[in-house]
């Protein structure tokens, strides 16, 4: 292997090109030709001539020059006289594109004048025309390497066109909405889907980024070349919609829920399912009123900051409303649902469910085994059914029929504001919470002081947790004697309250426990048409 590239090596010094040098010298113009070597190839004739005519030389023995061709010795031989008057420097020719934003440069050599730095070069360029985007890398690399072919040599910059104007949306986009949670314990939450997006008034819903007006281009030659500026865009707006005073941003004209529909944003007052409140819609809470056209199926809630109103049945679910509640068919509660609401609730029946209203309640057919409070009045019309469980109002009772002959237990309770009663039984609820943690603190400091007495002085800890302890029994104190107040003031205020009333329309049933404020009356034999009402000190029927 080694043997054969020393032969290739001595192959190529062996075998050589001719070549012809031209030198322009103060007494004359020299050529000298050298003859190849081996099997190298001779110079061409045309070419010496060639380089002759572009080196615009004048007065050249031509016949010298074929003699000093042929003969090949590679020695310099004068074939003219030089002439000062012509000798030229060094130059660029330059060519600009159409466009003007490429030039391309072919070096000229000198003829008995002064090459060209990278200076003068510049400056040729710029006398020719081109002034902006020059290469200085490629320039150079023209001048030293003679290079006489076209040469990219300058580009221009394209102009940068302005961005169009666009919208920071501040609130969750419809394609963002719709995912499910995965849980702590790596379940996955169908419920919580958050597909309702609520705002309040004033709420900031879009900012507009403006257009830009781009960058300016420019060409070899130095024009300018102006951007096209980017679009602008009007706001997006929609419905309950304000846009602010310096005219870049829309915000909520109402409480309600922001939505994205055609392209316009726009704040409902009303958030409507189409159908049930399901997997599909998961859990619902808006800041307005909410009207489900379907069911609320088992499990799933809905808080409004307005009304609810619900077309279809409501399982074993939680309805919470600010307003009103409205259930065109009826309630099964399994003894798990609720129906809470700040204003009246109308329903069609309550079956094993539970209602709170600090309104009335109308109940179109029928209260069954369920738990009722109203601030208010309970009226349930049509079958006018009230069987099992307890119903509270604040003021009357109305219905048809209460109890059933099979005496089921059922608490009818007037003349006390549930919510009085609500709040009693937390407080009452609380009271204990502190009695137990406060009696728990009492035998802590008292071991700890037994201790003290032992050994006369308690270790830094333990006096530490002694002063911790009675820290925590000076508040626990504190909260029991404010709690034992408010306690005694709702006993008050639920003993004066004795003015509500139970009209029965049709018969009342053994089984049923009748409460007007804190005075009772059980019902021992079927009693038709009548009136309960608190006389004297007691509860009395009154025939209708």
């Known amino acids: 292997?080694?043997?054969?590239?020393?032969?290739?090596?001595?192959?190529?010094?062996?075998?050589?090109?001719?070549?012809?040098?031209?030198?322009?010298?103060?007494?004359?113009?020299?050529?000298?030709?050298?003859?190849?070597?081996?099997?190298?190839?001779?110079?061409?004739?045309?070419?010496?001539?060639?380089?002759?005519?572009?080196?615009?030389?004048?007065?050249?023995?031509?016949?010298?020059?074929?003699?000093?061709?042929?003969?090949?010795?590679?020695?310099?031989?004068?074939?003219?006289?030089?002439?000062?008057?012509?000798?030229?420097?060094?130059?660029?020719?330059?060519?600009?594109?159409?466009?003007?934003?490429?030039?391309?440069?072919?070096?000229?050599?000198?003829?008995?004048?002064?090459?060209?730095?990278?200076?003068?070069?510049?400056k040729v360029l710029n006398k020719k025309g081109v002034t902006f985007g020059i290469k200085k890398d490629k320039l150079k690399k023209l001048l030293e390497d003679n290079v006489r072919q076209g040469l990219e040599i300058a580009t221009g910059q394209p102009p940068e066109d302005g961005k169009p104007a666009k919208f920071r949306y501040h609130f969750r986009l419809p394609e963002e909405k719709k995912h499910v949670k995965e849980l702590e314990d790596g379940s996955v939450d169908f419920?919580?889907?958050?597909?309702?997006?609520?705002?309040?008034?004033?709420?900031?819903?879009?900012?507009?980024?403006?257009?830009?007006?781009?960058?300016?281009?420019?060409?070899?030659?130095?024009?300018?070349?102006?951007?096209?500026?980017?679009?602008?865009?009007?706001?997006?707006?929609?419905?309950?919609?304000?846009?602010?005073?310096?005219?870049?941003?829309?915000?909520?004209?109402?409480?309600?829920?922001?939505?994205?529909?055609?392209?316009?944003?726009?704040?409902?007052?009303?958030?409507?399912?189409?159908?049930?409140?399901?997997?599909?819609?998961?859990?619902?809470?808006?800041?307005?009123?909410?009207?489900?056209?379907?069911?609320?199926q088992e499990g799933f809630s809905i808080k409004a900051g307005g009304d609810i109103e619900v077309m279809g049945n409501v399982e074993a679910a939680n309805l919470e409303a600010k307003g009103k509640v409205i259930v065109h068919k009826g309630f099964k509660g399994k003894q798990k649902g609720l129906i809470k609401a700040e204003r009246d609730v109308e329903i069609g029946f309550i079956e094993n469910g539970q209602v709170i209203t600090h309104g009335s309640l109308i109940v179109k057919g029928a209260i069954m085994h369920s738990t009722v409070m109203a601030s208010k009045d309970v009226i349930v019309e049509g079958r006018g059914l009230i069987v099992g469980g307890t119903v509270q109002a604040g003021n009357d009772i109305v219905a048809r029929v209460i109890g059933s002959h099979l005496a089921t237990p059922t608490h009818i309770i007037v003349g006390v504001?549930?919510?009085?009663?609500?709040?009693?039984?937390?407080?009452?609820?609380?009271?204990?919470?502190?009695?137990?943690?406060?009696?728990?603190?009492?035998?802590?400091?008292?071991?700890?002081?037994?201790?003290?007495?032992?050994?006369?002085?308690?270790?830094?800890?333990?006096?530490?947790?002694?002063?911790?302890?009675?820290?925590?029994?000076?508040?626990?104190?504190?909260?029991?004697?404010?709690?034992t107040q408010q306690h005694e003031m709702l006993i008050t205020q639920s003993k004066e309250q004795k003015n509500g009333r139970i009209k029965v329309l049709e018969r009342v049933y053994p089984g049923v426990v009748i409460n007007i404020g804190q005075v009772g009356y059980r019902v021992k034999d079927s009693i038709t048409r009548t009136v309960f009402v608190y006389e004297e000190g007691e509860v009395r029927p009154i025939p209708l």
């Open 1 to 122: 292997m080694e043997g054969s590239i020393e032969r290739e090596q001595n192959y190529k010094a062996n075998n050589l090109d001719g070549y012809f040098e031209l030198k322009i010298k103060s007494d004359g113009i020299f050529l000298k030709v050298v003859a190849p070597k081996g099997n190298g190839k001779p110079v061409n004739l045309d070419a010496i001539k060639q380089m002759i005519e572009r080196k615009e030389l004048v007065d050249v023995d031509f016949e010298l020059v074929e003699k000093t061709y042929h003969d090949a010795k590679g020695e310099f031989v004068k074939i003219a006289e030089r002439k000062p008057e012509l000798d030229r420097d060094a130059d660029l020719e330059v060519e600009i594109s159409s466009d003007e934003m490429s030039a391309f440069c072919r070096y000229i050599p000198p003829l008995g004048g002064k090459l060209l730095t990278l200076e003068e070069a510049v």
């Open 191 to 296: 419920y919580n889907l958050d597909l309702v997006v609520n705002v309040k008034k004033g709420d900031l819903l879009v900012t507009k980024i403006p257009p830009t007006q781009g960058k300016s281009g420019w060409t070899v030659t130095g024009k300018e070349i102006k951007p096209k500026p980017g679009k602008d865009l009007r706001l997006p707006k929609g419905k309950n919609v304000e846009i602010s005073e310096d005219g870049m941003s829309l915000l909520a004209g109402i409480d309600g829920q922001v939505v994205l529909e055609r392209d316009k944003v726009s704040v409902l007052p009303i958030y409507t399912v189409e159908g049930d409140v399901d997997l599909e819609t998961g859990n619902i809470e808006f800041i307005g009123n909410v009207i489900v056209k379907g069911n609320v």
């Open 417 to 483: 504001d549930p919510g009085i009663r609500q709040q009693l039984e937390e407080v009452e609820a609380e009271i204990a919470s502190v009695k137990e943690n406060l009696d728990k603190v009492t035998r802590e400091i008292s071991l700890l002081r037994k201790v003290h007495h032992r050994l006369s002085k308690l270790p830094p800890e333990k006096s530490v947790m002694l002063r911790q302890f009675n820290e925590t029994r000076e508040h626990l104190e504190g909260r029991m004697k404010q709690l």
